[in-house]
């Protein structure tokens, strides 16, 4: 097609509203809840791919003096920058992600929920011990929930998001925190997907998944990420090393990424299901719809989805936020 699609991926620079990092001064103040009252505060971002996370958390830590750990599981792993949608150094904006790319998927394949819990808590305690406000960002809700529960229980707890499991996640939490769930309507949020897979291949994923193939690595804990399996057939049929160039009008590349956009639909069909699940068991979850705004994004208007965002997701965002920090 000869427009490009419109997306999220341009973070314009918001400018800082407030640099007084508030939880300086409030964080063992009186709070209502007195359960919350001694535990450390944290900002949680969830939403399945897709959503305008990482968007959100770089507006909010900018604002609120935050470093962001990230909590997505492929993202987790060194490699397959593109493919795994990590949020690239230039549009960081300056802020510190913890726990993104930092872990060697073949070294370390099967990088646990227990192992997140270990290495984000000590991350969450380090930033806690200067001063700044650690921000979870990612989708991955098992993370999420190995992360934040009082108790971690690996075996028993693996199947809390079953939905035929009586099995439920507690809701006693470790930290003091505050939910933001970033939701977008299925009918857009798939169409919205289809159109960033094809800004990925655009990117170069096709590059990135070709030298993933052609070092074979029969371990690793990439091998799960969504373009992985859904190319091994052409890679196959293509093999990487073969040179020629790959052809996109193959049929077997047209069903890789067909299988691409439907796997990634399925995925957030399947992580709003468990953060609803989540917030069935309690957890104080604030939803903020930003499906107006990617309509907009992705419509021929003039009426810029940025706006929108700003008005119907970041605003409400920071007002959450600030009112937490307050308590
Ligand atoms: P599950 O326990 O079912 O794996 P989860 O909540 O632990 O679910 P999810 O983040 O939902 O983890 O990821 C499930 C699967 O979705 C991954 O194993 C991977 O195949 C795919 N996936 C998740 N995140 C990404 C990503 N950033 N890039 C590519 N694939 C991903």
């Known amino acids: 097609s000869s427009s490009k699609p419109k997306l999220f991926f341009k973070i314009p620079r918001w400018p800082r509203m407030d640099s007084t990092p508030h939880h300086r001064k409030t964080n063992h103040n009186h709070n209502h809840n007195n359960n919350n009252k001694k535990k450390d505060k944290i900002v949680v971002i969830m939403g399945a791919t897709g959503t305008g996370k990482s968007k959100l958390s770089i507006d909010l830590a900018t604002r609120f003096h935050a470093e962001i750990i990230n909590s997505d599981k492929m993202q987790v792993y060194n490699g397959l920058d593109i493919t795994t949608n990590k949020i690239p150094l230039h549009q960081r904006c300056g802020i510190t992600h913890h726990l993104l790319g930092e872990v060697d998927p073949v070294l370390h394949d099967d990088f646990s929920p227990l192992d997140f819990r270990n290495m984000a808590g000590s991350v969450i305690s380090d930033i806690v011990s200067r001063r700044k406000l650690p921000l979870i960002v990612g989708g991955s809700n098992s993370f999420v929930h190995a992360l934040l529960v009082d108790r971690f229980d690996p075996v028993g707890d693996s199947n809390v998001f079953d939905p035929s499991s009586r099995s439920f996640p507690s809701s006693t939490l470790r930290y003091n925190c505050c939910f933001l769930w970033v939701d977008v309507s299925m009918r857009v949020l798939s169409e919205y997907l289809s159109l960033r897979v094809e800004d990925m291949f655009d990117s170069g994923m096709l590059d990135e998944l070709t030298e993933f ?7 690793s804990g990439l091998k799960k990420a969504i373009g992985i399996p859904e190319f091994e057939n052409y890679f196959k049929k293509y093999p990487p090393h073969d040179g020629g160039d790959p052809v996109r009008t193959e049929e077997a590349y047209m069903d890789a990424v067909r299988e691409i956009k439907d796997n990634t639909c399925q995925l957030a069909k399947r992580q709003i ?4 699940r989540l917030k069935g068991a309690g957890w104080d979850l604030r939803r903020l719809d930003a499906t107006e705004a990617f309509r907009e994004v992705m419509s021929n208007s003039n ?8 008005r119907q997701v970041l605003e409400p965002s920071v007002k959450i936020v600030k009112r937490f920090l307050e308590e």
């Not at 193939?213 to 371990?219: A, I, L, M, N, W």
């Not at 009426?303 to 700003?310: A, K, N, Q, R």
Request: hydrophobic share 35%; aromatic share 16%; glycine share 10%.
């Open 213 to 219: 193939f052609s070092e074979f690595p029969s371990r």
């Open 273 to 276: 299901g468990k953060i609803v």
């Open 303 to 310: 009426v810029s989805g940025s706006e929108i965002w700003e």
